[in-house]
């Protein structure tokens, strides 16, 4: 079977550089993160209740980089499946009530 | 944006679930009847891409960043209730798994980047689609601002949530909240003009766009 390359596999590779590139986020607050900090509400910011990959840290992984790009890609993962999923049961539903 | 637990009241809180709820019910529902076999993969990697260019924060002026929120981008690729049911799922698996955005405030993440987000984005398009015209040109600057609109808009709704809330008054929080996205806005849609770029360069069918193109010059 000849492998061809499919518009979605160059979707795939460009979402793992990006995931990739990660790392290289600015650290600094976010908007809102600033603003709470400048006009004295972030004190009131909770943490959650649990952690699963808190703050885009993949856990026991002690390189920073790596953590961070194991995070991203999990991420992806998880997300890509759950969306593909939750958009396969819709159309087989809308198709079932037709 | 993304605001943690401890920033809202229990009333904004549980009026914003009940609001986000109903509104990826209606995405759903709608989504639904769109949703083609070709489409299925496209959604998966538009969510898959939406998060992972989340994580990418850029900075902007003042020692502040800002990061992608996607609802634009989602939105032209995916129609306004498809795009904004895969920004729902950014946000909750970052709730749920990254613990980025409260778990408590996650309805009003969800209503502010995905539910207002998409749909400021989609009206703003169509609107800037009839001004600037069906040309590349056109689809790639009314992407841009629309995906700056939906920022600013989005950006409004979180500030309004935490004046209600008592968080910061509306004359502080506000000003504040959008001065700082107008900024971030602009990394918003100049990453949604580079990828619709590339895939008005590729892909060219896969879109949405040429649907409502076609609708907004009829």
């Known amino acids: 079977m000849k492998f061809r390359l499919k518009w979605w596999h160059a979707a795939v590779f460009l979402i793992l550089v990006v995931a990739c590139l990660s790392p290289l986020a600015s650290s600094s607050p976010d908007g809102l993160e600033r603003i709470a900090e400048d006009k004295g509400f972030i ?6 209740p649990y952690h699963v990959i808190g703050d885009y840290v993949f856990p026991w992984i002690h390189n920073d980089a790596l953590a961070t790009i194991l995070a991203g890609i999990v991420g992806v993962v998880i997300v890509l499946v759950l969306a593909y999923a939750v958009s396969r049961l819709l159309r087989a539903a809308n198709r079932g009530s037709q | 944006m993304h605001i943690p637990d401890g920033f809202l009241s229990t009333g904004v809180a549980a009026s914003t679930y009940v609001v986000s709820a109903g509104g990826i019910g209606f995405a759903a529902r709608q989504a639904a009847k769109k949703i083609g076999e070709k489409h299925i993969p496209l959604i998966g990697l538009t969510a898959a891409f939406i998060f992972a260019a989340q994580m990418l924060n850029f900075p902007i002026a003042g020692g502040t960043s800002g990061h992608l929120v996607g609802a634009a981008l989602a939105m032209i690729l995916l129609g306004p209730w498809t795009g904004a049911l895969a920004v729902s799922m950014v946000v909750i698996v970052q709730a749920l798994v990254f613990q980025d955005g409260g778990l408590m405030a996650l309805g009003a993440n969800v209503f502010n980047m995905a539910i207002v987000g998409c749909l ?8 800037l689609r009839l001004i600037l015209g069906p040309t590349r040109k056109g689809i790639l600057v009314s992407a841009a601002l629309a995906a700056w609109f939906s920022v600013v808009i989005a950006s409004a709704c979180a500030a309004a949530e935490l004046a209600i809330s008592g968080t910061s008054p509306l004359g502080v929080a506000l000003p504040a909240m959008v001065g700082t996205h107008a900024l971030i806005g602009i990394g918003e849609g ?6 619709l770029s590339f895939v008005l360069a590729t892909r060219r069918d896969l879109l949405q766009v040429p649907t409502y193109s076609q609708e907004a010059t009829r």
């Open chain 2, 120 to 127: 400021t984005a989609y009206l703003a398009y169509r609107g």
């Open chain 2, 190 to 195: 100049a990453i949604t003009a580079v990828v």
């Open chain 1, 43 to 48: 004190d009131k910011a909770q943490d959650a």
